[in-house]
């Protein structure tokens, strides 16, 4: 696939690689330090130098109980006619059982390692070196939030209340844990390094997972799951990246979770409006502005302005934050002016001749599909 490969001021990502380096190092150690003495440190169980939990992939286990589980999950509409679940796709149900049984083992192995091969061949025919290595380092971001995410959600299962939030809480658990093991199989489909979490997510992560009841909501299900949402939607139409369509889908029911779960059990005056809590919040968003500057020369490998994706993720997480209360400690549209102001003085100070840009005016999301489900069910993106 062509990209008309953007240029980046190399002074400022040298100096963005050196900070972050840096950063990261103090972040960790003080971590380390306190974890040693049982003073809290880093809460995630998760190994993101190797992109595993702590205790290894143990892809055995994975695939005689969360695979087999997945294809045994019984649905109510079949089984429980009378119900009113609607939970069952009888013509995939029937195609899938057909093809399967009319296959031996030795095909259906034939058949996965020559999908397999294909699809890689399929990677190494559309981008180059440089181009797989950028769509690496950009899908390990949210590979590595994924794994936060299945933490975060089965924290907050035991703050929600009532059967319909616990049940929908549930589901993101699965669908988080579907989404680690998946996508970092089609990670590693590229064949190409995958980078550890840059300190800046590390810090939104770590304090997403540290937050108490649901607060977690905004860490995760606005901020966190926001940039999953924007990541999928700006790839998804990419060659070879077009299951991300369908992560793309589970991200907006999990973004959508907090309001539709806010509209029943509405936060207090005090909950939206708490100066701790809106600086908290300020705080957990605030080291996506060094993450952007950082991931520049990703973007910009794809033909992507890391500023204008920035800009259409910020409207719409902005927006989303206000709509379900998570208040920040300026006025929405003070907030979203203050984010667009900080993106132009960096370009200011690293692109030739810029001018001021309404960079959360962007949109990044590509496909119509995509772009009908942040219209009509989010109601997040510019008409």
């Not at 959600?153 to 209340?161: G, I, Y």
Request: charged share 25%.
């Amino acid at each position: 696939m062509k990209f008309n490969k953007l240029t980046v001021n190399a002074n400022a990502t040298q100096w963005n690689a050196i900070a972050e380096k840096y950063v990261n190092a103090a972040v960790r150690g003080v971590d380390r330090a306190f974890g040693a003495v049982g003073l809290g440190g880093r809460k995630a169980d998760y190994d993101d130098e190797h992109y595993e939990f702590i205790g290894g992939a143990n892809d055995e286990l994975r695939k005689k109980h969360y695979d087999k589980s997945l294809r045994l999950l019984w649905k109510a509409e079949k089984h429980a006619a009378w119900s009113t679940f609607d939970d069952c796709s009888k013509e995939e149900e029937l195609l899938l059982k057909m093809a399967d049984q009319t296959m031996n083992a030795n095909e259906r192995q034939e058949l996965s390692r020559m999908q397999s091969a294909e699809y890689k061949a399929l990677l190494n025919r559309e981008y180059t070196p440089a181009q797989k290595q950028a769509l690496v380092n950009i899908l390990a971001l949210i590979g590595h939030g994924e794994a936060y995410a299945w933490l975060v959600s089965n924290e907050v299962l035991r703050d929600v209340k009532s059967t319909g939030a616990k049940a929908a809480l549930t589901m993101q658990v699965l669908e988080e844990a579907k989404h680690f093991v998946v996508l970092r199989e089609l990670i590693q489909a590229f064949e190409m390094p995958i980078p550890r979490l840059p300190v800046w997510e590390y810090m939104i992560l770590e304090g997403t997972l540290k937050s108490t009841g649901l607060e977690k909501f905004f860490g995760m299900n606005v901020l966190v799951e926001g940039v999953a949402l924007s990541i999928f939607g700006a790839l998804s139409k990419f060659p070879g990246l077009e299951i991300l369509e369908m992560f793309h889908l589970d991200e907006s029911r999990h973004c959508a979770l907090p309001t539709n779960y806010l509209k029943t059990a509405p936060l207090t005056w005090w909950e939206r409006n708490n100066p701790v809590s809106m600086t908290k919040r300020f705080l957990l968003i605030l080291p996506a502005i060094p993450l952007a500057f950082k991931m520049e020369p990703d973007f910009a490998e794809l033909g992507i302005d890391v500023f204008d994706f920035g800009g259409s993720l910020v409207r719409k997480v902005i927006n989303l934050a206000y709509r379900v209360g998570f208040h920040l400690p300026l006025p929405q549209d003070n907030m979203k002016d203050f984010i667009n102001f900080l993106f132009n003085v960096y370009c200011s100070a690293t692109r030739e001749d810029h001018k001021f840009q309404s960079f959360l005016e962007r949109e990044a999301t590509l496909g119509e599909k995509e772009l009908a489900v942040e219209r009509e069910v989010f109601q997040l993106a510019s008409a």
